[in-house]
């Protein structure tokens, strides 16, 4: 999607459709808005009119789409629900909802009429971005697959009016930066494992690489079995396609950068293995890898926006299957760190594929801060809903950074509690840690404890757990943010990349 700027009021745009936000009508407010009179006047008072008789009430996702009669360009109102609050995400939320109004209506270009989306506490840069991610991510559809296509919009132009224009432009363009970032990473987690394998997510990340600069090094099979990496090699063993670790670095900007390693787990199919899984919904098992594909967004957004900190990103990458070579129920294996596993469960594999890429990058990069990405838990899901991530930390100033990140982009996550009784119920009887434990409440948690015996309690850990809004189904879907697809959602691209933005010197 193309994105731009133009000082001339919306509606002398030369877009297919002009788009006006629409505070909700109420007994005090029975007369148009003022930011709606010059639409009204090209409509020959239509809008008045259906104002006054309670037709456009300004409700959040209603949208109406008017002719002119002197057959210019057509007029799509956005009702953006009670003006008191109208914030940013209201902002997002309304503009994907407009493109997706207009999907097959033979429009391929949109403009935004930026007074009438304005609120108070809305900064006019912070509108500019808002609408722009909306379009540009509520636009977005997995198509590979598909030979018809509809007419949607290709081109969203932004009229500021008499905003303040000094801070719109780069607003714009980082807008720009983060679709071009989550749009990237939607379209590989959405691919299914035939040819997501642990491969392909490597020569994606090479790819990647070259495009931006970054360095890239991929551990293959013969290289993890060197360095004892038991834990991605047991849950890898049962597939043909042979598991990867990769590692993707960002040097960062100024002297001496602060070091954030982002880790995801990348499991490219997931039927439980010998544990396996049930038939209902096992086809979504293909998005177990999004943790993995939310890194390497992240990476990648990273490096456009030339964050201060270094970051290295790994993805762990594996493939869990049942067959002859698969690890079983009862097999303790050695990870990197040399701590040991008891599988109690090889459907409880995201942690264990984890405790080796932890303990890795722990290792060998020494980083100042570890972000890990993972749709862990069924619990987590149970416990916050299909929107909502689990967070879970050990340092506070972490934990308050990225609630704040959060925030900002509309990506919701809640801070969970990690205790020694979590600590606990994960220590092994003939082991260091077991991966299942026999008591079935808290799971989200005990993973967590799990986690965290790989990282230490020295640098600052937080874990964000994502089995929720990973992806959407026809059923979510409904209640998700209008700019969240059917499919992969790429969740934690925007907040990880914001605190990366955001994180103090």
Not at 303 to 332: F, H, T
Request: proline content about 5%; hydrophobic content about 40%.
């Amino acid at each position: 999607m193309r994105f731009a700027l133009e000082r001339r009021a919306a509606l002398a745009s030369d877009a297919d459709v002009i788009a006006f936000g629409v505070p909700e009508r109420t007994e005090s407010s029975p007369n148009l808005p003022r930011t709606l009179t010059d639409a009204d006047r090209a409509l020959s008072g239509v809008l008045g009119s259906a104002w006054k008789r309670g037709e456009l009430k300004g409700k959040r996702k209603e949208t109406t789409l008017f002719h002119r009669a002197d057959g210019h360009r057509r007029v799509l109102l956005v009702g953006l629900g009670a003006r008191a609050a109208i914030e940013v995400e209201t902002l997002r939320r309304a503009a994907a909802e407009a493109v997706r109004a207009l999907k097959g209506r033979g429009a391929s270009s949109l403009a935004f009429d930026l007074p009438s989306f304005l609120a108070p506490g809305v900064r006019p840069e912070d509108a500019v971005a808002a609408l722009s991610e909306g379009a540009g991510l509520g636009v977005y559809e997995f198509r590979r697959y598909r030979s018809a296509r509809e007419s949607e919009i290709e081109t969203v132009t932004i009229h500021p009016g008499r905003a303040a224009s000094s801070k719109l432009r780069s607003a714009i363009e980082h807008a720009r930066t983060f679709v071009d970032a989550v749009n990237w990473t939607r379209e590989i987690a959405n691919l299914p494992a035939d040819t997501a394998t642990p491969e392909h997510l490597a020569e994606g990340a090479r790819k990647l690489g070259r495009e931006l600069g970054l360095k890239v090094t991929v551990l293959d099979e013969r290289k993890l079995a060197e360095l004892h990496c038991g834990g991605i090699l047991g849950v890898g063993g049962g597939s043909v396609h042979p598991p990867r670790l990769v590692i993707v670095e960002y040097a960062g900007r100024g002297k001496a950068p602060s070091t954030v390693a982002v880790v995801g787990k990348g499991i490219t199919f997931d039927s439980g293995g010998i544990s396996i899984k049930p038939a209902l919904h096992l086809a979504d098992m293909k998005f177990d890898k999004s943790g993995a594909c939310a890194v390497l967004g992240i990476l990648r957004a990273a490096a456009m926006l030339r964050v201060r900190p270094r970051v290295v990103g790994v993805l762990a990458c594996a493939e869990n299957l049942p067959g002859g070579s698969a690890y079983r129920p009862g097999d303790v294996v050695t990870t990197y760190s040399g701590k040991t596993i008891e599988i109690l469960n090889t459907d409880a594999e995201g942690r264990v594929v984890l405790a080796d890429a932890l303990g890795y990058v722990v290792d060998r990069y020494k980083p100042d801060t570890v972000i890990d990405l993972a749709t862990l838990t069924g619990a987590c899901v149970t416990a916050l809903g299909d929107d909502t991530a689990g967070l879970i930390s050990t340092n506070d100033a972490l934990a308050k950074g990225l609630l704040a990140a959060s925030a900002r982009t509309g990506e919701p996550i809640w801070r969970l509690p990690l205790t020694e009784f979590h600590r606990e119920l994960v220590k092994s009887d003939i082991a260091d840690v077991r991966n299942s434990t026999e008591i079935p409440p808290a799971g989200a948690l005990t993973a967590s404890a799990f986690l965290e015996t790989f990282v230490g309690r020295t640098t600052p850990w937080a874990h964000l757990d994502i089995a929720g809004p990973a992806w959407t189904n026809g059923s979510t879907r409904r209640y998700q943010p209008s700019y969240q697809p059917v499919g992969a959602t790429a969740f934690g691209v925007r907040l990880v990349s914001r605190y990366l933005e955001d994180r103090p010197r």
